[in-house]
């Protein structure tokens, strides 16, 4: 089944505590994204990657990291989290520019930081 | 910069009325338009999206959307709503300008009553 997971699904960590959350997915696609959701806020992206080793940053990178070292796995780092990081985090990728091209999203992972 | 607007935090239509979710956008050039809808605990899912050609788009699970360059809208709409059509709908947009990133509204609940 052609799919994006996502884990954890669910997170609660403290201030300060380096977090991963992973990406993966198996449909052979170039682009890949990371969002965040809040409410009255929409999807706003953190990162995107446009193929292996090519990561840039989206609207709202401050506090995070990508790394694309494999085409099907783009994992999201917090190296310090922080409460403001509290958030619905969304995995998504495409076969080739996401602006032109349908998005698969991951199911999503609430993150809570205290 | 690009931008979308989702005037309507909720819409609220009985089963089997037509519905419309609107969507209005900003960009410079020419747009490129998507929705997605979101049902509760998952992952957004394409519905549709315009490119070039017909301005009347036809998606999944019966919703259409018409381009209207005028009024620099693209509202989402069904002729017979449906209980399960409940959900989430966000509009997004992206151009060739912006470098094909895609930004997207706020998001509109769809609420359907029996």
């Known amino acids: 089944e052609a799919q994006v997971t996502q884990n954890p699904r669910y997170l609660i960590t403290v201030t300060g505590k380096k977090l991963t959350v992973t990406c993966s997915q198996n449909?052979?696609?170039?682009?890949m994204s990371w969002y965040r959701q809040d409410p009255g806020l929409g999807l706003r992206q953190i990162y995107y990657?446009?193929?292996?080793?090519?990561?840039d940053k989206g609207d709202v990178p401050e506090g995070y990291k990508v790394s694309r070292k494999e085409k099907r796995n783009f994992p999201l780092i917090l190296e310090s989290p922080s409460p403001n990081q509290t958030s619905l985090y969304f995995c998504a990728s495409s076969l080739r520019r996401q602006g032109l091209n349908e998005q698969f999203f991951g199911p999503g992972t609430r993150l809570t930081v205290l | 910069a690009q931008s979308v607007a989702q005037p309507e935090d909720q819409v609220n239509v009985a089963e089997g009325n037509p519905l419309t979710v609107k969507c209005t956008y900003s960009?410079?050039?020419?747009?490129?338009l998507f929705w997605y809808v979101q049902y509760p605990n998952r992952g957004l899912q394409f519905l549709l999206k315009y490119i070039t050609g017909d301005n009347l788009v036809k998606g999944s699970y019966g919703f259409e959307a018409e381009f209207n360059k005028s009024q620099t809208s693209f509202h989402l709409k069904k002729p017979s709503a449906l209980v399960s059509d409940s959900a989430l709908y966000f509009c997004?947009?992206?151009?060739?300008?912006?470098?094909?990133?895609?930004?997207f509204g706020a998001g509109t609940i769809l609420r359907v009553k029996s």
């Open positions: 990657s446009m193929n292996v080793e090519v990561t």
């Open positions: 997004a947009v992206s151009s060739r300008e912006y470098g094909n990133k895609l930004v």
């Open positions: 449909m052979n696609h170039e682009y």
């Open positions: 960009v410079s050039g020419n747009p490129y």
